[in-house]
Each structure stands twice: as structure tokens, then as C-alpha cells.
């Protein structure tokens, strides 16, 4: 028998699971407005040690673009693993891959996503990666 918690934490994995889908569907498209309702803002990144902090969606996907680098054509999730879940907070550890134009490996790390919900929208808060840039 589920209980209510079990249920509503199941809730939150699924709709965190979704936020990562939509992100990740919205970059390859290089679909900036979709891109930018998959995050909440202010956007916190830790890459490495450097901290970034985006207040807006304005210079979001610029500065993916800029980091990405000139090969970049599309990224893929190559696993999504649960770590803890609550009704309103979720972190996701991905492995995220990101590849040329003819599908060659560009590069590959690890990043925990926290995902939240604020005022009942469900959307990635912060990042912490392993990526290079």
C-alpha cells in the first residue's frame, strides 16, 4: 500500500524527471523561452569552483552557447539518478553529454540538479557539475 507521502514524493521524482525532459528538449531546440521556463531565476551554477549566478533569462543561453563552444550541436541525458526527494525539492544526479554534428563525443560529466517547486511551478534552481566550462 502507498502512503500519502510515498505518493507525493513519487509526484515530485516524476515532475522533476519532466523539468529535466523539457530542459534538455528546449536547449537541443536552442529554444530560449523553453529553455528559460524549465529554470527558476535567479539560476545558480557551480562549475568546478566558479560560481555563477544568472538573475534573469536574459543572457541564459548566451552564455550556454559561449561554454558549449563552437562544435556544440545537441546534448543528451545519459542516466538521471534520484538522490533524495521531498514534496517540494528534488536532486537529480545526470551524467549529461554533449556532441558534435555528426555525433561525436564533445564531452561528458556529472551534475546535480536541484529541482523545486515555487508557486506550483516545477523548474531547476541550482546546478553543481563537473564540466570543464
Known amino acids: 500500500m ?21 530542459h534538455i528538449t528546449a536547449l537541443n531546440s536552442r529554444d530560449q523561452a523553453a529553455i528559460a521556463a524549465t529554470l527558476h531565476f535567479p539560476h545558480v551554477r557551480l562549475s568546478g569552483t566558479t560560481l555563477k549566478i544568472w538573475d534573469s533569462e536574459d543572457t541564459y543561453f548566451a552564455d550556454f552557447l559561449a561554454r558549449a563552444g ?54 531547476a534552481k541550482m546546478r553543481s557539475s563537473f564540466a570543464a566550462a
Not at 2 to 20: F, L, N, P, Q
Not at 97 to 123: H, K, M, N, P, Q
Open 2 to 22: 502507498m502512503t500519502r507521502e510515498t505518493d507525493i514524493t513519487d509526484r515530485a521524482v516524476a515532475a522533476a524527471k519532466a523539468v529535466m525532459q523539457a
Open 70 to 123: 563552437g562544435d556544440w550541436h545537441h546534448s543528451a541525458f545519459a542516466d538521471i539518478r534520484l538522490l533524495r526527494a521531498a514534496a517540494d525539492k528534488v536532486h537529480l544526479d545526470a551524467e549529461i553529454r554533449r556532441f558534435a554534428a555528426d555525433g561525436s563525443l564533445i564531452t561528458s560529466f556529472r551534475s546535480l540538479w536541484v529541482i523545486t517547486c515555487e508557486a506550483g511551478r516545477w523548474a
